[in-house]
């Protein structure tokens, strides 16, 4: 907000990632925005007229694949209104539509707001206006007896007057043999609705992958609802998988596991010199710490030759012995 200030409307909107705004915009006025799935840092290119990146001086002068929305003008929903608001005395809850990437008040969504864990993702009413077909594969929540209800519309004005139930096998043996018996799309109802919904976890494995529909996909901008890392969950799910196969997760338990395979004096000697690196790159790390300064990748080389060469006067005084 301070390089790209809202009362400059000639100005386009631009971000920048977190390390930036500590290294490069210190003290600005700055708006967290969360997650954006097309979206790079814009610090220093010709968004920022009075900034160059310290971290990365060469950059391009458009981030050609990014894309903007009123978030990066510090504003949501369709009230474009600040968050936190400091006129709004409703306590309410913001809820992100996984396809423009806003977030909206809960009260201005247009449909009733299921509770938090009765629902995996939310589509705005504007995306669903903007995406018809997307109304077709609306369903609630399975009950007990694996039953899914959708909701269909024979010309009707009302999109819940008849409902079929489908069984998920049935659903999911459809997908299965999408390339076999053609568009599934083809063969869902036709729905007619407004207003945003929620659709049940996993809704997306529902979607159609027919090649006409992943080329319609292409063309509404929405491949990026076929891709299973997409969502949240499938992160959170693949922290859970990693724990539960005991394959090591970060080269912190790779370490580990590489020490266990060591002799016993060996491993004395490792967590010896590890304890010692902790210590080291502690006080070293503090240091930027207080000052507010982004670590980059010269200070850390610059700190293991210095703890290499410290280890060799080391070593040079006096050879450790061990009785064996």
């Known amino acids: ?31 967290e925005l969360y997650t954006k799935r097309n979206f790079r840092c814009d610090c220093g290119n010709s968004r920022f007229t009075n900034n160059k990146c310290n971290l990365e001086p060469n950059k391009s002068a458009v981030n050609e694949l990014n894309s903007y929305n009123q978030n990066f003008r510090g504003v949501y ?26 977030w909206y008040h809960g009260r201005h969504l247009g449909s009733n707001v299921p509770t938090l864990h009765d629902y ?30 959708v909701e269909v519309c024979n010309g009707k004005a ?20 999408t390339e076999d018996r053609g568009c599934l799309l083809k063969e869902l109802n036709p729905v007619v609705g407004h207003g945003a919904v929620f659709f049940s976890d996993g809704w997306r494995k529902y979607l159609c992958r027919c090649d006409s529909c992943q080329t319609f996909y292409e063309t509404q901008g929405l491949s990026f609802l076929l891709d299973d890392q997409d969502t949240v969950h499938a992160y ?65 080389r610059e700190f293991f030759s210095g703890m290499e060469a410290r280890k060799k006067q080391r070593v040079d005084v006096q050879m450790p012995y061990f009785c064996h």
Request: aromatic residues 6%; glycine residues 6%.
């Open 1 to 31: 907000m301070t390089c790209i200030p809202l009362s400059d409307d000639s100005l386009k909107p631009g971000g920048i990632c977190l390390a930036c705004s500590y290294y490069c915009h210190e003290g600005h006025e700055l708006v």
């Open 77 to 102: 929903c369709t009230c474009s209104r600040p968050y936190p608001d400091p006129e709004d005395v409703i306590d309410d809850e913001m809820i992100k539509c996984v396809v423009c990437e806003d």
């Open 120 to 149: 995996g993702e939310m589509v705005c009413g504007s995306c669903m206006e903007k995406h018809t077909f997307l109304w077709q594969y609306k369903r609630e929540i399975p009950d007990q007896d694996g039953v899914i209800k």
């Open 158 to 177: 009302d999109a819940g007057e008849n409902v079929n139930e489908i069984k998920i096998e049935d659903t999911r043996s459809k997908i299965m043999k």
């Open 236 to 300: 959170e799910e693949q922290g859970k998988a990693s724990g539960e196969t005991g394959q090591p997760s970060s080269r912190y338990e790779q370490g580990l596991k590489a020490l266990s395979s060591l002799d016993r004096i060996k491993q004395v000697e490792a967590i010896e010199e590890y304890n010692n690196m902790k210590i080291q790159l502690k006080e070293y790390l503090q240091k930027f710490a207080e000052n507010k300064k982004v670590v980059r990748e010269e200070d850390i």
